[in-house]
């Protein structure tokens, strides 16, 4: 069984940078897709970036392009999210997730969570504020 593990959250004043870790075990990320999604108090959860398997394709949510950058590393089963410029409406618990791909998904599908992801891991919060 897969299981993921967030790491990197924390308080940050905005305009700040942050990078976001997900160490994955039980099971390898490679051939998965994997995504980091947030939920706000009060708000449904979102995704925020989706990497492909081979991590060719990779989908921002329009809210984060341009400052935040998703990575992976197949060979360490390592999967980052590099946060800068951070906003206050950035606040939110942090979640990495992985996702078998199917004919019936695509990297938009999980990142809209119009096919959601399969595993996730417990989150990590992230607190953007002055």
Not at 11 to 30: E, K, Y
Not at 77 to 92: F, H, I, R
């Amino acid at each position: 069984q897969l299981q993921l593990v967030e790491s990197g959250g924390g308080l940050v004043q905005p305009g700040g940078s942050l990078r976001l870790s997900c160490a994955a075990s039980g099971d390898t990320i490679v051939g998965r897709r994997i995504g980091w999604f947030r939920q706000a108090p009060g708000k449904e959860r979102e995704g925020v970036s989706c990497i492909s398997s081979s991590g060719n394709i990779i989908h921002y949510a329009d809210s984060v392009k341009g400052r935040f950058t998703i990575s992976r590393d197949n060979a360490n089963q390592m999967v980052y999210l590099q946060m800068n410029g951070l906003k206050p409406e950035d606040t939110a618990v942090y979640y990495c997730a992985a996702q078998r791909p199917s004919a019936m998904s695509t990297i938009q599908t999980m990142c809209t969570m119009t096919t959601p992801p399969n595993y996730w891991g417990q989150g990590t919060q992230v607190t953007v504020s002055s």
